[in-house]
């Protein structure tokens, strides 16, 4: 393929320099980097870019899913944690990425390396999530009140870890490309391999924890398995993305302050994250009540949550190519909009559950991982388009800002969504233990568990679909956001032609 102008041929690169050879330096002041790669304007990328880059969602997958799904039942049916404490330990370390993912993002922004802005963090975070995640399970005071404080520490520093992955990753698509149709083809990419990210991890994790012979010794196993994922992830988006387009790291505000002052001001962007992070929160509650839905509505404890799993993710990777025609088709946030509601129909419908057949509630579940494809590929599609129009806006690249608030509100809603359900758990009068097998639950707590996996997350993911209203950004509004010289910022702040 073409290369853009004034990028270096192949043949003149340099052989990387190993990792203790690259400072990640944060700089002072971002300036331009003269190793960066221009970003072409409309080309499209190469696939081997679209598959480098959704690697990154086995990280992403693997550390989104498997918390949510494992690490509440873990706390109150192993480690013998009542309901209600666990969804503190499982809430408070992720609602910490409220503070550090901005502050990743930032210092993402301001580093300069010959790897690049966001890929030092790629390689270096992701590792080091793995290690901690791994930590995470190791149970080294058994089980019990020092157990789950053991366990609330290290996902606290998973968490932080995770951050400083997590914000970069999110931060490159408005790099990679200043093509509005080629974001939604790269989020394409990286929603189906981040589908089966969730499919892997989400499914096979609970087979591991049972082949590891459950309780804490299945745990441990299972531990290292998804570490293992988020090292191929880390390590394969690393690589995939070393000779992608990122452009040179333009000024930023000067202050952490004035850049989530000048993220403040853009307002589709507060419209967007308002949602997403309140629909990330009904997502989490599916995934936190799986393994509980399995076991007291369904009644098949060992392969329901596989089962259910499939059900969720398969879809996904099927409809993916009918909803990037749908996006194509009526734009992107009608898109977002009837893939929300079809979603939350589904959730709502399995509030019949107790009286449907099993095929029937395994359909639902379908439905419901139809609209999730949706919901996931729109909104990250969505969220480059903000950048963009940012930077049109001021004349400065700061994605990093954004990405870092945009993480940190994902986070936070995916660290709600479990803090909800163990809430529903203990109010219904869900009974912990300490064996590794759920106790014998009440009728009230067996209803608790299923409106918390119903009623639920169909409301998170419906009703916040009403603060969308202020987001306007298409094609033609893009196009038409240009610099001009501002007074107030001392930089350039943008104003639109009319």
Same mark, same amino acid.
């Given at each position: 393929?073409?290369?853009?102008?004034?990028?270096?041929?192949?043949?003149?690169?340099?052989?990387?320099?190993?990792?203790?050879?690259?400072?990640?330096?944060?700089? @002072?002041?971002?300036?331009?980097?003269?190793?960066? #790669?221009?970003?072409?304007?409309?080309?499209?990328?190469?696939?081997?870019?679209?598959?480098?880059?959704?690697?990154?969602?086995?990280? #992403?997958?693997?550390?989104?899913?498997?918390?949510?799904?494992?690490?509440?039942?873990?706390?109150?049916?192993?480690?013998?944690?009542?309901?209600?404490?666990?969804?503190?330990?499982?809430?408070?370390?992720?609602?910490?990425?409220?503070?550090?993912?901005?502050?990743?993002?930032?210092?993402?922004?301001?580093?300069?390396?010959?790897?690049? %802005?966001?890929?030092?963090?790629?390689? =270096?975070?992701?590792?080091?999530?793995?290690?901690?995640? %791994?930590?995470?399970?190791?149970?080294?005071?058994?089980?019990?009140?020092?157990?789950?404080?053991?366990?609330?520490?290290?996902?606290?520093?998973?968490?932080?870890?995770?951050?400083?992955?997590?914000? /970069?990753?999110?931060?490159?698509?408005?790099?990679?490309?200043?093509?509005?149709?080629?974001?939604?083809?790269?989020?394409?990419?990286?929603?189906?391999?981040?589908?089966?990210?969730?499919?892997?991890?989400?499914?096979? %994790?609970?087979?591991?924890?049972?082949?590891?012979?459950?309780?804490?010794?299945?745990?441990?196993?299972?531990?290292?398995?998804?570490?293992?994922?988020?090292?191929?992830?880390?390590?394969?988006?690393?690589?995939?993305?070393?000779?992608?387009?990122?452009?040179?790291?333009?000024?930023?505000?000067?202050?952490?302050?004035?850049? =989530?002052?000048?993220?403040?001001?853009?307002?589709?962007?507060?419209?967007?994250?308002?949602?997403?992070?309140?629909? !990330?929160?009904?997502?989490?509650?599916?995934?936190?009540?799986?393994?509980?839905?399995?076991?007291?509505?369904?009644?098949?404890?060992?392969?329901g949550p596989t089962l259910l799993f499939a059900c969720f993710v398969g879809p996904a990777l099927l409809v993916m190519p009918l909803w990037t025609r749908v996006g194509a088709r009526v734009g992107k946030l009608a898109a977002l909009v009837a893939a929300s509601l079809i979603f939350a129909a589904?959730?709502? !419908?399995?509030? %019949?559950?107790?009286?449907?057949?099993?095929?029937?509630?395994? =359909?639902?579940?379908?439905?419901?991982?139809?609209?999730?494809?949706?919901?996931?590929?729109?909104?990250?599609?969505?969220?480059?388009?903000?950048?963009?129009?940012? #930077?049109?806006?001021?004349?400065?690249?700061?994605?990093?800002?954004?990405?870092?608030?945009?993480?940190?509100?994902?986070?936070?809603?995916?660290?709600?969504? @479990?803090?909800?359900?163990?809430?529903?758990?203990?109010?219904?009068?869900?009974?912990?233990?300490?064996?590794?097998?759920?106790?014998?639950?009440?009728?009230?707590?067996?209803?608790?568990?299923?409106?918390?996996?119903?009623?639920? @997350?169909?409301?998170?993911?419906?009703? /916040?679909?009403?603060?969308?209203?202020?987001?306007?950004?298409? /094609?033609?509004?893009?196009? !038409?956001?240009?610099?001009?010289?501002?007074?107030?910022?001392?930089?350039?702040?943008?104003?639109?032609?009319?």
């Amino acid at each position: 393929m073409n290369r853009p102008p004034g990028s270096p041929a192949s043949s003149d690169r340099q052989p990387g320099p190993s990792p203790a050879e690259v400072p990640v330096v944060p700089a @002072p002041r971002a300036v331009a980097d003269p190793n960066a #790669t221009p970003i072409p304007p409309v080309a499209g990328l190469p696939r081997r870019v679209h598959a480098g880059y959704a690697l990154g969602s086995l990280v #992403t997958g693997a550390f989104g899913t498997v918390p949510g799904l494992l690490l509440l039942p873990y706390l109150t049916d192993t480690l013998g944690v009542a309901a209600g404490v666990a969804a503190l330990l499982v809430l408070l370390p992720k609602a910490w990425d409220v503070l550090v993912n901005p502050v990743a993002g930032r210092i993402s922004d301001r580093t300069r390396s010959r790897w690049g %802005a966001r890929r030092p963090y790629l390689l =270096l975070g992701g590792l080091a999530l793995a290690v901690l995640f %791994a930590g995470i399970f190791a149970a080294p005071f058994g089980t019990g009140p020092e157990a789950g404080a053991y366990v609330a520490l290290a996902f606290l520093a998973t968490a932080t870890a995770f951050a400083f992955f997590q914000v /970069p990753y999110v931060a490159m698509p408005a790099e990679l490309t200043g093509d509005y149709a080629e974001r939604t083809r790269l989020m394409s990419w990286r929603i189906a391999v981040l589908a089966l990210a969730i499919l892997v991890s989400g499914a096979v %994790a609970p087979a591991v924890v049972t082949a590891g012979g459950d309780g804490v010794a299945g745990h441990r196993w299972m531990g290292l398995f998804v570490a293992t994922l988020i090292v191929v992830g880390a390590v394969g988006t690393f690589l995939g993305t070393r000779s992608a387009p990122t452009g040179p790291v333009g000024e930023s505000e000067p202050s952490l302050r004035a850049q =989530l002052r000048v993220a403040g001001r853009n307002r589709p962007f507060r419209a967007l994250l308002t949602c997403f992070v309140v629909q !990330a929160a009904g997502v989490a509650t599916v995934l936190a009540g799986v393994s509980y839905f399995a076991d007291q509505v369904l009644r098949e404890p060992e392969t329901g949550p596989t089962l259910l799993f499939a059900c969720f993710v398969g879809p996904a990777l099927l409809v993916m190519p009918l909803w990037t025609r749908v996006g194509a088709r009526v734009g992107k946030l009608a898109a977002l909009v009837a893939a929300s509601l079809i979603f939350a129909a589904g959730a709502l !419908a399995l509030v %019949a559950a107790p009286v449907l057949p099993a095929v029937g509630i395994y =359909l639902l579940v379908a439905l419901i991982g139809v609209g999730y494809a949706g919901q996931q590929v729109f909104a990250l599609a969505m969220l480059p388009d903000c950048i963009a129009y940012d #930077t049109a806006r001021t004349g400065r690249r700061q994605a990093g800002v954004f990405t870092g608030l945009w993480t940190a509100g994902e986070t936070f809603g995916l660290a709600l969504g @479990p803090g909800l359900f163990g809430l529903v758990l203990q109010l219904s009068g869900y009974v912990s233990s300490s064996t590794g097998v759920a106790a014998t639950q009440s009728a009230g707590a067996r209803l608790g568990v299923l409106l918390g996996f119903t009623v639920l @997350p169909a409301l998170l993911v419906a009703a /916040p679909l009403a603060l969308l209203r202020p987001y306007d950004l298409t /094609p033609s509004r893009l196009a !038409a956001a240009t610099p001009t010289p501002s007074a107030e910022h001392g930089a350039v702040v943008g104003e639109e032609r009319r």
